[in-house]
C-alpha cells in the first residue's frame, strides 16, 4: 500500500481468474459440482488454517474476497482481519482452543450475510467465526443459493439467528444409496435417496453452520475440519 496527497493505492497480486463471487454469477445455477466444492473448500480450510496459526482471525471470508489463479482460490483483502493471540507456541495452541466468547464486544466483523450468530449478538470474535463463514460457502457452492431469507438486514438476521438451515430437494435428487435420515436437513418430507457423498456434504455444512461457536466445526482449528469424511481422499 502507498499513497500520495490525495489518494491512498492498494496494491494486490494479480489473478487472472477474478473473483470466486463473479465465477458463481456466470454459471447458470450459480453452483459447482460437489467435487469442484471438496477442492475449493478444502483449499480454504488449509488457508484459514494457515492464517489462524499466524494469529490472526481473518473476519471477512466470502466469495468476493477469493480469487482464482491456475485453478486454485486464494484469499485475499485482510482489511478486516483481527489479532487475537501474542506470545510463543504454547500460547497460540491455547489460543487456539479458546474459541468461546468470553465478553461484549462492539466490534463488527464482517459483511452481513456471512457474520456468525455470536458477532451478530456482539461477542468477541474468535476463529469459530471464519468457519460459520466458510459454511456459508460451502452452502452456496452446493446449493446455488443463501441458506437464509434476507429481504433487509433486520430480516436476515432474524433469521440467522434462528432459522434451521436446510437443504432443497434437488440437491439430493440423483440418489445413490441412503435413505435420508429424520431431521437431515433436507427440506422434504420424503425419504429421498442420496449418494454418501452428498450426505458428507450436508454433514460438513451443517457442522460449520452450527449456531453454537464451542460446538462449531473448526473450533478447535482447522485440523478437525480437514478430518471431517467430506474431504477423504483430497
Known amino acids: 500500500a502507498f499513497q500520495d496527497e490525495t489518494r491512498v493505492f492498494f496494491v ?16 447458470p445455477s450459480h453452483k459447482v459440482g460437489i467435487d469442484a466444492a471438496r477442492f475449493f473448500l478444502a483449499e480454504l480450510v488449509i488457508s484459514l488454517d494457515y492464517i489462524h496459526s499466524r494469529g490472526l482471525i481473518f473476519a471477512d471470508l466470502k466469495p468476493e474476497n477469493c480469487f482464482l489463479q491456475n485453478g486454485h482460490i486464494k484469499i485475499g483483502d485482510f482489511g478486516l482481519s483481527k489479532r487475537f493471540m501474542d506470545g510463543d507456541s504454547a500460547t497460540k495452541a491455547e489460543g487456539l482452543r479458546n474459541t468461546r466468547p468470553i465478553r461484549p464486544s462492539n466490534e463488527v466483523c464482517g459483511t452481513p450475510q456471512y457474520m456468525a450468530p455470536e458477532v451478530i449478538q456482539e461477542f468477541t470474535p474468535t476463529i469459530a ?3 460459520w463463514a466458510l459454511g456459508i460457502m460451502a452452502y452456496e457452492m452446493l446449493v ?17 439467528l434462528t432459522q434451521k438451515v436446510e437443504f432443497p430437494v434437488s440437491f439430493a435428487r440423483s440418489a445413490l444409496g441412503s435413505t435420508l435420515p429424520s431431521g437431515s436437513g433436507i427440506s422434504s418430507s420424503g425419504s429421498d435417496p442420496c449418494p454418501g457423498q452428498y450426505v458428507a456434504a450436508m454433514d460438513l455444512t451443517m457442522r460449520l453452520l452450527d449456531k453454537d461457536p464451542s ?5 478447535n482449528g482447522g485440523g478437525e475440519v480437514k478430518a471431517h469424511p467430506f474431504f477423504r481422499g483430497v
Not at 460446538?215 to 473450533?219: C, K
Open 129 to 131: 467465526i471464519d468457519y
Open 12 to 27: 494486490t497480486e494479480y489473478c487472472s481468474g477474478g473473483d470466486f463471487f463473479q465465477m458463481l454469477s456466470k454459471l
Open 144 to 160: 446455488g443459493g443463501y441458506p437464509f431469507k434476507r429481504e433487509s438486514t433486520a430480516d436476515l438476521f432474524f433469521h440467522l
Open 215 to 219: 460446538s462449531r466445526l473448526g473450533r
